[in-house]
């Protein structure tokens, strides 16, 4: 690994698995000339030479093309006893002081990037399949740490949230306890778990008996969807110089249309949320969910809610 200092007091960090391929970075871009003459040393000849890299460094990369296919240490270089022991220990103690500080920086450079989401053009690159997804695009724009947020469990100072959460819970118990062939026939059990939506065969019945772990996590992925939808509709839109700009957008609804079902059956929510009738929400709460599984897709699928939550 090269250990060049670059004008920003920084080391260089390139970094390559053959000798020659690293002497021939230090030579184009440092300046960097062999003291060895051509031929081979004489014998007894062990004198050292000052080099500009490092050598024993861990490495690795994502892939093997684009900008992941570049190396990074994954660990430091051992120091040279033998080096320490003739002297050079303050310059190795030097080297590895400062490329602690360069992985530092990298990785903060790393991080940052990271919290900020924006739609990656290079086909070479794993990004093909978020760019096919979309969801990147659309969510440009926006930070992804209040992103999260918005999926995060109700605090007791969002009370409301909290029994539109509980009510959801309730409406897939029950929904799991009538998905038996005695209550809802095994015409329909077979119905639904034909191949058309994700079954193996058409001839197997769905099987609800799922454990309570299974219930908690499956409940789960629904719950995200409502915090998102509930604590993002009312706000405004994102508009496109923002989602096109350098600063990172919170506080913004993402471009997803609520249809006038899902609309009137938000208001509704509300409404009985003044009310003590537990069982009168968790019917409107399905009602909800129904109307979020009936949206339209046009030559958008993102401007359903539900589908922007799943982003």
């Not at 992985?103 to 990004?127: N, P």
């Not at 034909?194 to 609800?208: D, I, L, S, V, Y």
């Not at 919170?250 to 949320?273: D, H, M, N």
């Amino acid at each position: 690994m090269c250990i060049k200092a670059t004008p920003t007091h920084e080391a260089c960090g390139h970094i390559n698995q053959q000798l020659k391929h690293i002497q021939e970075h230090c030579r184009k871009k440092h300046g960097w000339e062999n003291p060895r003459r051509r031929g081979r040393q004489s014998q007894g000849s062990s004198a050292r030479y000052p080099t500009m890299w490092v050598e024993g460094v861990a490495c690795q990369k994502f892939q093997s093309t684009g900008r992941l296919g570049r190396l990074f240490a994954v660990s430091q270089p051992q120091p040279d006893t033998h080096a320490i022991d003739r002297g050079d220990g303050d310059i190795q103690r030097a080297i590895v002081v400062s490329l602690s500080q360069a992985t530092v920086d990298v990785e903060a450079r790393e991080k940052e990037k990271q919290d900020h989401i924006e739609a990656d053009q290079d086909r070479y690159l794993f990004h093909a399949w978020l760019d096919r997804a979309g969801w990147a695009k659309h969510l440009q724009g926006f930070h992804r740490g209040w992103l999260l947020t918005t999926i995060q469990k109700p605090g007791p100072e969002e009370k409301a949230l909290g029994r539109v959460c509980w009510a959801l819970r309730m409406v897939i118990y029950q929904a799991q306890q009538s998905s038996r062939p005695g209550v809802v026939g095994m015409a329909a059990m077979t119905y639904i778990n034909r191949r058309e939506m994700g079954g193996t065969t058409n001839e197997k019945p769905f099987h609800a008996r799922q454990t309570e772990k299974t219930m908690i996590k499956y409940s789960g992925w629904w719950l995200e969807i409502v915090r998102y939808i509930w604590r993002t509709h009312a706000l405004p839109e994102i508009s496109r110089k923002e989602r096109e700009g350098e600063e990172e957008v919170q506080g913004k609804r993402p471009p997803y249309q609520l249809t006038v079902q899902q609309a009137a059956s938000l208001r509704k929510i509300e409404a009985i949320l003044d009310e003590e009738q537990e069982e009168k929400l968790e019917k409107s709460v399905l009602t909800f969910v129904l109307h979020l599984l009936d949206h339209p897709l046009g030559d958008n699928e993102y401007s359903s809610a539900l589908i922007s939550a799943m982003a």
